[in-house]
């Protein structure tokens, strides 16, 4: 029998009541036991459906510069704190950027994000993003996004003139599992530049990673924090633990529970844009075509930023065989 908790909760979203999966509600939903997994999910669904409707987008991402990070983020391969094996680079050449934009849109991206390393770009390497976005606007149709670090006015003022519509921002985690993560700055500077991106005018993508150790009460207050931000889109990522990181010994989320997460932050920001990000692949494995089940609306295509994603054919097979329509 379909749980009677999670049934009275659905229908009162479906109603309209977006803000029916409060605090306290979203930690019921999640201390649920795993039988009830599957009732979560197909009421995440049936929520998606309302709000997002059959339509799913596909985004794509550059490392446009690699390493040599001063930030101590625990989890990131990028960190100049931690010893690890990925390639380092500075900015990518202009050439570069717009060949790999084109390349995306071609294998079926509708989004192509610019993604460095580093704590808040120079004035030179901001003048960089700005030609290339001039020219891979020139050359395409996809829709730019920025995921460049800190943020001052003028340059989330700067990014909006070129074209470039989304500025990403993770939080990565809740507030009070911050600590645990990272150092070396502070969590309301995060907060400083997802708010100055939305003053300037920009869609803001923040989101953050599941399987660091945080609680599943510390899950629920990142999905009510960026939906007090208001943001237009929630990225949801997977620890991949990486060797020489802090967390090379975490393990992996099991499917289900990876799958429970994206349905409580469904539940929580009901007409919000969900996409799944890294991590995916090695924690869902054959379950990936189910994120959409759970309540995703979008999917990062190809490579992330140090780690393989699997092939961008195989994806737009699985969103095809699904019957879901891709926003063009």
Avoid at 20 to 38: I, M, N, V
């Amino acid at each position: 029998m379909f749980n009677s908790m999670i049934l009275n909760i659905t229908e009162k979203i479906l109603e309209g009541n977006k803000n029916r999966a409060d605090y306290e509600t979203a930690c019921r939903l999640a201390a649920l036991p795993e039988k009830d997994t599957f009732d979560l999910l197909t009421g995440a669904r049936k929520i998606t459906d309302r709000y997002r409707k059959n339509k799913v987008f596909t985004c794509s991402i550059i490392n446009a510069k690699s390493g040599f990070c001063s930030q101590d983020c625990a989890f990131c391969a990028q960190s100049s704190r931690h010893e690890t094996d990925i390639e380092t680079y500075s900015l990518i050449e202009v050439g570069g950027l717009v060949k790999q934009a084109v390349s995306m849109q071609e294998s079926g991206a509708e989004k192509f994000s610019f993604v460095t390393s580093g704590h808040m770009l120079t004035d030179d390497e901001v003048d960089h993003i700005c030609r290339a976005a001039g020219q891979i606007k020139s050359k395409t149709n996809l829709s730019l996004c920025g995921s460049l670090g800190m943020l001052t006015q003028e340059m989330a003022e700067r990014f909006k003139e070129v074209g470039i519509s989304r500025y990403h921002h993770n939080l990565e985690t809740a507030r009070s599992f911050f600590d645990k993560i990272c150092t070396t700055h502070d969590y309301d500077e995060d907060i400083e530049t997802v708010n100055m991106a939305k003053s300037a005018g920009l869609e803001v993508c923040s989101g953050g990673i599941m399987g660091m150790g945080e609680s599943w009460e510390q899950r629920v207050e990142l999905a009510i924090t960026l939906k007090e931000l208001d943001v237009d889109c929630i990225p949801i990522n997977f620890l991949n633990p990486i060797p020489g990181t802090p967390m090379e010994d975490r393990p992996l989320l099991s499917p289900m529970e990876a799958l429970k997460c994206i349905a409580i932050f469904r539940f929580v920001n009901p007409d919000k844009e969900i996409t799944i990000c890294g991590g995916r692949e090695v924690t869902l494995k054959e379950f990936q075509s189910w994120v959409f089940m759970a309540g995703a609306s979008g999917l990062m295509v190809g490579n992330y930023l140090t780690t393989k994603g699997r092939s961008i054919e195989t994806d737009m097979e699985m969103i095809a065989a699904l019957g879901l329509d891709r926003r063009e």
